[in-house]
């Protein structure tokens, strides 16, 4: 129970409770006592005043003995004890029998009238109030003052008075703490029970955001609690799409593969038509290992920066290394490759932030990511072209700012003169099976594009896709001239 945070809070309410009662206690004992004892010996005050003056008359009549005797006998009822004494405090002996106090303070310069109170212990141990009134002046011979007192019980008094007023308190401390503690426990634990349960349905079940409720710590939790939750939904349906698209992508060369199979099989591809299932068969496979070389490749990429090892690269260089290790298949399309220093051929000043050509360049990157980005890039402008006589053209350009950071870079980017991106789909471009026929043939896997701009993150860059006038289409990779400094946790 006490591993509850309900049970906790009632608990340290309980002991807040407890230690208030004590303060208030001891409080009001200290004070019930002092004004207990300021009234025992108030009333001893008053009470000596009518004595004064049968002790005066008793004194010159000389019977000063028995009118102490008839004194103690009229204060006796009430527990009041009465004796006089010297100038030095001395009680004087008119009896022969042993006071409880032997000697009580006495003020040596007070008139006569004058009262003094306070309490004494007495030779008994016992604590006693008394009340002094001085009878003689400071010269006078004889009595100087009548002493009356009695044994304190204002400790008890105070007690009693106590006994009566704790219950008030206590009564008011439950009627004001108790809902206090119970609407504080509500307002910690209410969002936190609905966190709980938000949590163990989290695996199975569509949460909607959960209300930010509580004192701002528990509200601060549900607000990360929501983003986790929105991130989850998010990448449940990011994979739901994944799967939709590999399903889609799987099943159609697998149903080449298995027809032209079936036919070889039962004999009904023969001579050319045998051949030519044997190649469709083959280019299905080449196809299939390419996308599985693709999402390896993805996946290979969640390693981020840490992944990449950066060397220094030459921009104008490593275009020229990629329109060589391309030219032959441009050619064999009918297409023409090149590398132009042309800046427009790069990214326009608003996209990126350029400010020139940039052959020249160097800027730190891994060199195998950079080959596989432009590899891509240049398979994609293949693609999308797909006409003899089309043009596709590389460039690189100076970038003022990228980044989060807005550190300097430079925009590698290639351009196609085909049809460009279809209307709204120029950001879907990047999207993993994305393809800009709707039909979704052709030899390509969807990921190219993808990888690019995981690629391009992975340095601290980006990609960009737009659409060129009169038609085409160009992607521009952004990279950092300097490494992206890495992460700190």
């Not at 019977?63 to 001395?90: E, P």
């Not at 212990?121 to 003689?136: E, K």
């Not at 009566?164 to 308190?169: A, E, G, H, S, Y």
């Not at 940039?358 to 080959?371: H, I, K, P, S, Y």
Request: charged letters at 20%.
């Amino acid at each position: 129970m006490r591993d509850r945070l309900s049970a906790r809070i009632a608990l340290a309410f309980a002991a807040v409770a407890l230690v208030t009662l004590v303060g208030v206690g001891a409080t009001l004992f200290v004070a019930l006592r002092g004004l207990n004892a300021d009234a025992a010996t108030s009333a001893l005050a008053q009470t000596s005043q009518p004595l004064i003056f049968q002790l005066r008359a008793a004194t010159l009549a000389g019977d000063l003995r028995q009118l102490l005797a008839n004194l103690r006998a009229q204060v006796a009822d009430d527990g009041v004890s009465v004796d006089l004494v010297t100038a030095d405090g001395a009680v004087v002996d008119l009896d022969g029998g042993a006071a409880p106090v032997s000697r009580f303070p006495v003020n040596a310069t007070a008139t006569r009238g004058h009262v003094d109170q306070g309490s004494i212990v007495g030779s008994d141990g016992t604590a006693y109030l008394y009340a002094s009134t001085t009878l003689r002046g400071p010269n006078a011979a004889g009595p100087r003052a009548i002493i009356l007192f009695q044994p304190d019980t204002s400790g008890a008094a105070a007690i009693r008075d106590l006994t009566r007023t704790l219950p008030i308190v206590v009564l008011l401390l439950l009627v004001a703490g108790a809902p206090i503690a119970y609407v504080l426990a509500r307002s910690v634990t209410g969002p936190l029970h609905r966190l709980a349960r938000a949590t163990a349905d989290l695996p199975t079940a569509d949460l909607h955001p959960l209300p930010l409720e509580g004192p701002i710590e528990v509200r601060e939790l549900t607000d990360r609690f929501n983003a986790m939750a929105a991130e989850l939904a998010a990448t449940r349906e990011r994979e739901a799409r994944l799967l939709a698209d590999l399903r889609h992508d799987l099943r159609t060369p697998l149903t080449v593969i298995g027809g032209f199979a079936a036919a070889l099989a039962d004999g009904t591809a023969v001579g050319d038509d045998a051949d030519r299932a044997a190649r469709a068969i083959g280019e299905e496979a080449a196809r299939l290992e390419r996308l599985v070389a693709e999402l390896e490749a993805l996946e290979r990429l969640r390693g981020g920066a840490a992944a990449l090892r950066p060397e220094r690269l030459v921009a104008g260089a490593i275009l020229d290394e990629t329109v060589d290790r391309f030219a032959a298949t441009a050619a064999a399309a009918g297409m023409e490759l090149s590398h132009v220093a042309d800046p427009s051929a790069g990214t326009d000043g608003a996209a990126a932030g350029s400010s020139g050509a940039a052959d020249g360049v160097t800027f730190a990157a891994d060199r195998l990511a950079v080959e596989r980005i432009l590899g891509n890039l240049v398979g994609n402008a293949l693609a999308a072209a797909g006409r003899p006589g089309g043009h596709i053209w590389l460039a690189a350009r100076s970038v003022a700012r990228i980044g989060p950071d807005g550190r300097p870079g430079v925009a590698l980017s290639v351009t196609d003169d085909g049809p460009g991106f279809p209307p709204g789909d120029v950001e879907r471009a990047f999207q993993r099976f994305y393809r800009g026929d709707p039909s979704r043939t052709g030899p390509g896997t969807g990921l190219g594009l993808a990888i690019v701009r995981e690629l391009a993150r992975a340095h601290g860059g980006d990609a960009i896709a737009e659409n060129v006038a009169p038609h085409g289409a160009r992607i521009s990779v952004l990279l950092p001239v300097t490494p992206a400094p890495p992460a700190v946790f």
